[in-house]
Each structure stands twice: as C-alpha cells, then as structure tokens.
C-alpha cells in the first residue's frame, strides 16, 4: 500500500524579485489557480527548506487571501510535474498541490465581511478535532 500525502506548515513567501506572494490565473477551462512557495524551519538542519505549493478552483481563492509571512498549514498530495525546456533537455519536478489550507484569522476572513464569531475554526479546516478518547486506535 502506498500514500501520497504531505502536511506541511511554514510562511509564505515573498513573490519573486518582491512581486505578489500568491500568483493566480485561471486555466482554459476557466477553473481559478494559484501558485505561491512555503519556507518549513526544519529544526534538525536548522535551515529553511521551499516547497512549490499550487491550488485549484475553493482551494486557490483560500490560498489567494494569503499574504508574504503568513503562518499556513496546508496539506494535499504531490503531483510530479515533466516537461522539456527551451534547450531541448527534459526537466522533472514536483509541486505540492493544496486539498486544504488552514489561514491565520486575519487572512481568512474576507475583509468586506464582519468577523465570525469568537471560537470560528480558521477557513480550510474541515470538522472538529477528535479528542483521544474518540481515535480508534
């Protein structure tokens, strides 16, 4: 059995050369995207590791209200990207494509509506947690 999951918590990142943290467009189709990168503090190598995080369609206009140094959680599974660039040579990567995101308050209220009230999970977390006493194992 295998799984293709990833959780992954850290800060958003400044767009390239200082542009929008969040780059969105829609695709032909007309479903809205969103790209942005997450730095994760790994505490062994005490270094910042970067992750291509992408969305589509209710997860793209969560992670579009995202701003540089939000702290998000965002969890999904990872799609392996292939093609070939302009000097002919075949390129592999891979992007982390976001099936829920978790903003801070701030970001996760639209700004033209009234604050939800106080004790509101944050947008993108779905359900309550279960307590120990609830987990099946």
Not at 30 to 53: H, M, P, Q
Not at 94 to 119: C, F, T, W
């Amino acid at each position: 059995m295998s799984m293709n999951i990833f959780v992954l918590q850290g800060t958003v990142c400044k767009g390239y050369d200082d542009s929008e943290p969040v780059k969105t467009g829609e695709t032909k189709k007309g479903t809205l995207w969103a790209n942005c990168r997450l730095s994760v503090y790994d505490f062994f190598t005490k270094e910042n590791a970067y992750f291509d995080i992408g969305a589509f369609g209710k997860m793209a206009e969560i992670l579009q209200r995202a701003n540089a140094k939000d702290e998000i959680t965002v969890s999904g599974r990872i799609v392996i990207e292939k093609w070939t660039g302009r000097d002919g040579q075949k390129r592999i990567t891979h992007k982390y494509m976001a099936e829920k995101i978790s903003l801070p308050r701030s970001a996760a209220v639209n700004p033209d509506q009234h604050q939800p009230p106080a004790g509101t999970p944050d947008e993108g977390i779905q359900g309550p947690i279960a307590e120990d006493d609830d987990l099946p194992f």
